[in-house]
Structure formats: C-alpha cells, structure tokens
C-alpha cells in the first residue's frame, strides 16, 4: 500500500500532518524540524519504505526505512523512527504519532486510530511519502540535499506530483 503524509502545519509545538490510508485519514504529530536532529526532529520529507517494528514499547507498527533513517541502528544519522500512540509532542522522540482528530496542541484517539492503522497495513510492503510543509520547505530542501548529495529525492517527489 502507499501511504502519504501531508504535513500542514509547523510551529515549536511540533509539526502536523495528515495520513491518507486510502479512503480514510489520520491526523499525524511529530516534533518540529531541528535539521534532522536524532530524538528531538520530524523525520525529513521523502520516500520510506515501512518495515514491520516491534518492542516492548511499541508493538505491532512500522518502522521508517529511507535515506536518512534505518531500522536498527546503523550508519545513517537515525533508526527505528516508527508510527505510535501518544496525544503531545513529548509522546514523541523523532516518531510519527497518530490519532483521529486534533485539537490545539492534543492530539485525540491515539489508540483507536493506530489500530486503524494497523487493520489498513496488515502484512505486506508499504511504502510512505512524507510531503514536507511548505513553510519550512527550504530548511527541509537544505536537509534532504546534504543526505543524497543532490535533488534525486526531489526529482522522485516532483514525479509523484507532490512538490508545491
């Protein structure tokens, strides 16, 4: 399946998005941008390839595997950047919260929406596109180009037709 995460809005807060499962959306939450920081940024807009996760932690999810992130720890600058259950930023440490509906600062229905997402994936390949938001998209621009060295990842995202 793929999946695509549109993020909308950014503040010290953290950074907001919305999940497209097919014919049903999530909103998601994440920190805001600090330049791809490990445990304290948003994971950078891009591709992922989405592997099956497990831990005492965070059960039964997903885990980001891409440029920049790994699923276990290795050379890339991050891993185990997963989707999870929580309703603030300080839920997060680099991951992807999930929920049914925002209000302010919260984030709401965690559960029932990661259980959503888990009937939705099930087993099998997925693949997620993270759109960056448009106000921080030179920061993120900035980012992505020093991970590949050049715009190939742009140049993916273009061909999706997801570049504002």
Same mark, same amino acid.
């Given at each position: 399946?793929?999946?695509?995460?549109?993020?909308?809005?950014?503040?010290? !807060?953290?950074?907001?998005?919305? @999940?497209?499962?097919?014919?049903? $959306?999530?909103? #998601? +939450?994440?920190?805001?941008?600090?330049?791809?920081?490990?445990?304290?940024?948003?994971?950078?807009?891009?591709?992922?390839?989405?592997?099956?996760?497990?831990?005492?932690?965070?059960?039964?999810?997903?885990?980001?595997?891409?440029?920049?992130?790994?699923?276990?720890?290795?050379?890339?600058?991050?891993?185990?950047?997963?989707?999870?259950?929580?309703?603030?930023?300080? !839920?997060?440490?680099?991951?992807? @919260?999930?929920?049914?509906?925002? $209000?302010?600062? #919260? +984030?709401?229905?965690?559960?029932?929406?990661?259980?959503?997402?888990?009937?939705?994936?099930?087993?099998?390949?997925?693949?997620?596109?993270?759109?960056?938001?448009?106000?921080?998209?030179?920061?993120?621009?900035?980012?992505?180009?020093?991970?590949?060295?050049?715009?190939?990842?742009?140049?993916?995202?273009?061909?999706?037709?997801?570049?504002?």
């Amino acid at each position: 399946m793929e999946l695509l995460l549109q993020r909308y809005e950014t503040s010290p !807060d953290g950074t907001w998005g919305r @999940l497209q499962l097919g014919d049903a $959306e999530l909103e #998601t +939450l994440e920190p805001p941008w600090h330049n791809n920081k490990p445990y304290l940024s948003c994971v950078p807009g891009g591709t992922y390839h989405l592997v099956a996760h497990t831990s005492l932690r965070f059960p039964d999810t997903w885990a980001l595997v891409g440029p920049s992130v790994s699923h276990h720890k290795s050379t890339k600058p991050r891993y185990a950047c997963c989707f999870h259950m929580g309703n603030i930023v300080a !839920d997060t440490s680099g991951c992807i @919260l999930v929920g049914l509906r925002r $209000e302010g600062d #919260t +984030l709401y229905r965690s559960g029932t929406a990661m259980q959503m997402l888990r009937r939705r994936l099930g087993a099998g390949k997925h693949v997620l596109m993270i759109v960056p938001d448009p106000n921080l998209k030179d920061e993120e621009e900035e980012a992505m180009d020093g991970i590949f060295g050049d715009k190939s990842w742009y140049q993916s995202m273009t061909a999706w037709g997801l570049m504002l």
